[in-house]
DNA sequence: CGCAATTTTGCAGCCAGTGCAAATTTGCAT
DNA sequence: ATGCAAATTTGCACTGGCTGCAAAATTGCG
């Protein structure tokens, strides 16, 4: 499937809209960075990117929006490699994997993330919402935890478990997200990301190292 | 009015204040719940208060804050829990058995919580903040867990044991709320309770019951 | 009762957010 | 290339969320 050369996806429109997506988040970023986030309109965050205030709405369903739908592509990649997990993997263990592998993708952009992370550490409230999305995220990976581990029932609803690894893994990682990024220069994220499993796998037994 | 016997908190002002809050609450909730959430505006909620719609803003920062802003009190009281738990406990038995006492006190309102939730289910760009507001919570009660197993240092920082056990903690008791929510007349809340965390408890092995 | 502090309220106004229809741009077939 | 259909952008008008300010009402206290 390679008859295109360097078309990595779809025709112009995409390309364009994707484009502007990204414009707007960026855009919307640095002025939040710079002015701070209430001193942001919609009206400068379109002039910024070359559109009109009404195309803003166009894309995001709120102002607020602009700074908080960014790990919705990550987590469908999780989704995808826990299903693709091989299957002596201990759920626990198929989700670590997943999450690793995708983190480890995201530690690439690095600078924008950081950008970000500035910008909602400025306003507690972005950063409920964010928290918020990010969790709610977990409905999907529950699906596919539970889809995993069952034999082929499609079952309607999650069971207890699914559900309960799903929020678990994804606080999990929020968590060592935000020890990393208060000690940014003194340990590596990954190191970070696998103590926090480990202390999971454990039980939660103590505050005591548990390598 | 006369007796000042039962005057549970400070002065007549003090109570005025809250039995306005309160009211607010109790109308918003209501409104939301027979015409959706969206259909519902702080001219009609201040109405039904017997307020003026500027009043509203006096209480809450934003319309949605008034659905969002519910369990601040109850943190409070579990953390207070967690301090006074005995020293034999571990860290999460203590944490377990703090909010366990909690959710059995808010159990007994039970009515308006339920409406409540119905509302939330209505709405998931409110059933989002929520999350996010309980979420961050998580920071107080981190804290907390930190200087009960600390010999005494104040340390500025949560180690990263204690704030995952407070963000699991919180996650964990999300979860049971949630999935008994869904088979609300199948399951008694303290079973799926208990249930989730004698999963994180045995390290999450997998989807067979620990039991 | 009268004074000081607090709370409520109305008002004027900015900005977020939406529906609609016209104008513009893109994809594609001819 | 050219014209047509579909998708996108834009302007416009309008509702409602939200704020600052100062006047009016309410409460606490001597």
Chains 1, 2 share one sequence.
Not at 80 to 91: G, H, N
Not at 135 to 148: N, Q
Request: charged share 25%; aromatic share 6%; proline share 4%.
């Amino acid at each position: 499937m390679q008859g295109e050369k360097t078309a990595v996806e779809g025709g112009l429109r995409e390309r364009k809209k994707r484009a502007t997506h990204a414009a707007l988040v960026e855009a919307a970023v640095r002025l939040a960075a710079e002015h701070g986030v209430e001193n942001v309109t919609v009206e400068a965050i379109s002039e910024a990117a070359g559109v009109s205030p009404r195309t803003f709405f166009n894309y995001f369903a709120s102002r607020d929006d602009v700074y908080v739908m960014l790990g919705a592509e990550s987590s469908a990649r999780i989704r995808r490699a826990v299903l693709a997990a091989p299957s002596v993997l201990s759920p626990l263990e198929a989700l670590r994997e997943a999450m690793a592998a995708e983190l480890a993708e995201v530690e690439q952009q690095h600078e924008l993330w950081a950008l970000h992370a500035e910008v909602l550490r400025g306003s507690p409230h972005l950063l409920v919402r964010s928290i918020g999305v990010l969790m709610a995220d977990e409905i999907g990976l529950a699906d596919v935890l539970a889809e995993r581990s069952s034999t082929g029932g499609a079952s309607t609803v999650p069971d207890l478990y699914a559900r309960l690894l799903a929020a678990v893994g994804a606080t999990a990682v929020r968590v060592a997200v935000e020890h990393w990024c208060v000690r940014q220069d003194e340990l590596a994220f990954m190191d970070v990301f696998h103590e926090v499993f480990d202390h999971l796998a454990a039980g939660l037994p103590g505050p005591r190292d548990p390598s």
